[in-house]
């Protein structure tokens, strides 16, 4: 309900105009005045709920995504330059996208698929090129359709094949339940590839055993061919028998 009383509110207020703008931001970047940065930042407050509206479909709470919008548009009502002779709700247009975008990217998985420019790209268009350039069944895509779709965003079509498979589902859980008693969970099915405690107690063992014998024979060499082994086999360097020898 109160999301609701913000966006009426934020649709109300009338939009700047140019010589407006450019006096309010002025006044702000000149003289700190906070009711002016206050007009500018309420004035486009529509502009931040129109944004947050198209990016209600990655499962966020539409509030979560005003409230990051806004902290962009704060960010662009700091660094705007009025003296560059640009609109402010141009200018502030691309800081509400980019807070908002990456607010989905950090929140809608917790694996971070998207870190490059390219895969951003990838990741907010699939959806919409995917649409447009399925063949398949029920509006799969094919092989043929993969590489047009990577084709048209710039990007490999393994990054295609990935990003689907990351967006057709939500991130599954390591304390789901499988089978069918449900006794057991996922994470007790995860394979573990290091050594068991058995052979690291023996690893420690042979290893402790081998040190002994290494230090016995070495005790029994000269110092002068006790040097020379240590040179060539046991030093952080391996030098030539050449440097050795010299």
């Keep these: 309900r109160a999301n609701l009383r913000y966006v009426r509110a934020s649709m109300r207020e009338p939009l700047l105009e140019r010589d407006v703008e450019f006096e309010l931001a002025k006044r702000w970047r000149d003289a700190k005045d906070e009711d002016a940065l206050h007009k500018l930042v309420q004035a486009y407050a529509r502009l ?37 002779n640009a609109r402010f709700s141009t200018y502030a247009g691309w800081w509400i996208m980019a ?23 990838l990741f907010f268009n699939l959806r919409r090129v995917r649409a447009a350039k399925a063949t398949g069944v029920d509006g799969a895509l094919t092989d043929a359709d993969r590489e047009r779709v990577a084709i048209h965003l710039d990007v490999r079509v393994s990054d295609v094949v990935r990003m689907e498979a990351h967006l057709s589902g939500a991130d599954p859980s390591l304390n789901a339940t499988v089978g069918e008693e449900g006794d057991m969970e996922m994470q007790d ?3 573990d590839d290091g050594a068991n405690p058995e052979d690291i107690t023996a690893g420690h063992l042979d290893g402790s055993t081998r040190s002994a014998w290494l230090r016995e024979a070495l005790d029994a060499l000269s110092e002068r061919e006790r040097k020379i082994i240590v040179k060539r086999f046991l030093g952080d360097e391996k030098n030539t028998l050449a440097d050795i020898g010299e």
């Design 99 to 121: 807070a908002i975008q990456d607010h989905v990217l950090r929140n809608t998985s917790i694996v971070r698929v998207a870190t490059t420019p390219a895969q951003r790209r």
């Design 48 to 84: 931040v709920v129109s944004t947050a509206s198209r990016f209600r479909n990655y499962g966020l709470p539409v509030g979560d995504l005003v409230q990051e919008g806004n902290v962009g548009l704060m960010e662009a009502a700091q660094r705007f330059d009025p003296e560059r």
């Design 189 to 191: 099915l995860l394979p």
